[in-house]
């Protein structure tokens, strides 16, 4: 039988809780939850967690795990090809992707440039964001598709780094 081989030699990261090194990590798993009471205000007024009855003005948990702080919204948007414009107007889902895939290649100590043009793929698990059903109050714009839909989450990461392999989301 033809097993196929895979190996993990970089990675990065954005996790609630302050979580940014693989050292953060390892301490989360052994010593602390970052599932915390929802921020209150957050959803706006008339929102509120109810557990497990969610309904109009409801949302179904009254635990979350957020991203705080600045960390997850240092983009450099010049440095993956994108005007600034459109990344004010990005899923920060897509952002974070990036970023970590730039600290996965240095991680790895691969090289950027002898990456480019290889038949590497990329593959990335993701969820329908946050954001994925806010909609802009006036309209959608030239971004719309391209900052919402999960499908081009590893397209944009091929696209930034000039990968040539199979990009999908499961």
């Known amino acids: 039988m033809n097993q196929d081989r895979y190996a993990i030699v970089g990675y990065g990261f954005r996790m609630p809780g302050g979580i940014a090194t693989a050292g953060d990590f390892w301490r989360l798993l052994t010593e602390r939850a970052i599932v915390r009471e929802p921020v209150a205000g957050r959803y706006g007024p008339g929102y509120e967690p109810v557990g497990g009855q969610p309904g109009p003005g ?45 600290e996965a290649i240095e991680q790895a100590g691969w090289d950027h440039a002898r990456l480019r043009n290889s038949r590497t793929g990329v593959f990335v698990g993701a969820q329908v964001s946050a954001s994925g059903n806010w909609r802009p109050p006036h309209g ?28 999908a989301t499961t």
């Open 140 to 167: 959608p714009n030239e971004f719309a598709v391209t900052g919402t839909s999960l499908d081009m989450l590893p397209n944009r990461i091929s696209y930034a780094f000039n990968l040539t392999g199979p990009s």
């Open 58 to 102: 409801r949302f179904g948990s009254g635990y979350e795990g957020l991203m705080r702080g600045d960390q997850p919204y240092l983009f450099d948007c010049h440095l993956f090809g994108v005007s600034a414009r459109e990344a004010s107007v990005m899923d920060p889902q897509l952002r974070m992707l990036l970023t970590c895939t730039w």
